[in-house]
T-cell receptor, first 109, second 111 residues
């Protein structure tokens, strides 16, 4: 079964607003990753956070990880229309990487 | 830098026909390679992974098979396609920290 579950399934915001997506998982992990997928394209790796890390930043992205709650969040600040895409979390345990079903983000100009 | 290629980009095949999708990786040696399928509006389903030439692990029983004839080549095949094989097929390789890097994908429509 899928390890990560993203919430919400879909999110619609205006340019300039922040977008927050959440990911919950069920078992222990070694690390958790976030990916972006533009329509009809392959996935692009955004950021990896290890199980012993609580927060990580990359440009306009901020990822948090709470292993006690088995959850992670991805925050995109000052969103742009180009951020419109599906965002997936993926958990890694040993050598297995498991993807969630994704959050579809629509950023309107 | 590493690059991953997939072809064809799109494919329309009739039910019962054979399938061969190819994935090649440049800029890395002995990569771990993966085949995923993504149904419309869904997450990714891992189909096969390979840690080396001739070494294939199957994650789910299905109408598909995979082969790795060369270090940087990974092939997904079927002898007879089913309607349920339609989807978006993605090949990926992974780094030592398990970050995965994906190819552009193949959109397969079985009619």
């Amino acid at each position: 079964s899928q390890q990560g579950e993203e919430d919400p399934q879909a999110l619609s915001i205006q340019e300039g607003e922040n977008a927050t997506m959440n990911c919950s998982y069920k078992t222990s992990i070694n690390n958790l990753q976030w990916y972006r997928q533009n329509s009809g394209r392959g996935l692009v790796h955004l950021i990896l956070i290890r199980s012993n890390e609580r927060e990580k930043h990359s440009g306009r992205l901020r990822v948090t990880l709470d292993t006690s709650k088995k959850s992670s969040s991805l925050l995109i600040t000052a969103s742009r229309a180009a951020d419109t895409a599906s965002y997936f979390c993926a958990t890694v345990l040993y050598s297995t990487l498991t993807f969630g079903k994704g959050t579809m983000l629509l950023v309107s100009p | 830098s590493q690059t991953i290629h997939q072809w064809p980009a799109t494919l329309v095949q009739p039910v019962g026909s054979p399938l061969s999708l190819e994935c090649t990786v440049e800029g890395t040696s002995n990569p771990n390679l993966y085949w995923y399928r993504q149904a419309a509006g869904r997450g990714l389903q891992l189909l096969f992974y390979s840690v080396g030439i001739g070494q294939i692990s199957s994650e789910v029983p299905q109408n598909l098979s995979a082969s790795r004839p060369q270090d940087r080549q990974f092939i997904l095949s079927s002898k007879k396609l089913l309607l349920s094989d339609s989807g978006f097929y993605l090949c990926a390789w992974r780094t030592v920290s398990y970050e995965q890097y994906f190819g552009p994908g193949t959109r397969l429509t079985v009619t």
